[in-house]
T-cell receptor, first 110, second 113 residues
Framework: EDKVVQSPLSLVVHEGDTVTLNCSYE??????LLWYKQEKKAPTFLFML????IEKKSGRLSSILDKKELSSILNITATQTGDSAIYLC??????????FGQGTTLQVKP | NAGVTQTPKFQVLKTGQSMTLQCAQD?????MSWYRQDPGMGLRLIHY???????DQGEVPNGYNVSRSTTEDFPLRLLSAAPSQTSVYFC????????????FGSGTRLTVV
């Protein structure tokens, strides 16, 4: 059975801290791993990763995939209160199915 | 270009009633999916489709039916609503399946009493 597991499930930090969110997966016919941010509404797309060891960056956010370890991390540096959200990891297979993890709820305090 | 449109935004049903959640996209996306989101559970895949006439079950398909007669529309039918189906439902679509990321609708909050 396909499975995506995120950790931690929740995290509270202060502005300026750096956080690392984890995602591990067991998915048949892996095609890609995606990260989304959700703030009280629909998820919005952050990154898509397909190759091991290649970092994707967008401002203070970065992510990398380790296909040997079947995992990915999402880093957020110099966190701001606007980063407070649920961060979702999803893994896609060649069948077109996209499976999500439980999400990590990040709260950034001023 | 409206993106992914879900209707209704809110719905209250009585146990045993049936209803259809509508989802339409105008981006010519082949891939469409339905998810439900419950607190602490992330998004769970109900059904998905890789093109008109093709549908498949996801992680939690029981109690739900789908059909895909056109590329644009992917309705989700609740056959006999149960309180366990109280949730927020999201429809999502993608051109390639993953590479461009799925675009999500704004969601339908369903309460079954």
């Amino acid at each position: 059975e396909d499975k995506v597991v995120q950790s931690p499930l929740s995290l509270v930090v202060h502005e300026g801290d750096t956080v690392t969110l984890n995602c591990s997966y067991e998915v048949t016919n892996f095609r890609s791993l995606l990260w989304y941010k959700q703030e009280k509404k629909a998820p919005t797309f952050l990154f898509m990763l397909t190759s091991s060891g290649i970092e994707k960056k967008s401002g203070r956010l970065s992510s990398i995939l380790d296909k040997k370890e079947l995992s990915s991390i999402l880093n957020i540096t110099a966190t701001q209160t606007g980063d407070s959200a649920i961060y979702l990891c999803a893994v896609g297979s060649n069948t077109g199915k996209l499976i999500f993890g439980q999400g990590t709820t990040l709260q950034v305090k001023p | 270009n409206a993106g992914v449109t879900q209707t209704p935004k809110f719905q209250v049903l009585k146990t045993g009633q049936s209803m259809t959640l509508q989802c339409a996209q105008d981006m010519n996306h082949e891939y469409m999916s339905w998810y439900r989101q419950d607190p602490g559970m992330g998004l769970r895949l109900i059904h998905y489709s890789v093109g008109a006439g093709i549908t498949d079950q996801g992680e939690v398909p029981n109690g739900y039916n789908v059909s895909r007669s056109t590329t644009e529309d992917f309705p989700l039918r609740l056959l006999s609503a149960a309180p366990s189906q109280t949730s927020v439902y999201f429809c999502a679509s993608s051109y390639t399946g993953q590479d461009d990321g799925y675009t999500f609708g704004s969601g339908t909050r369903l309460t079954v009493v």
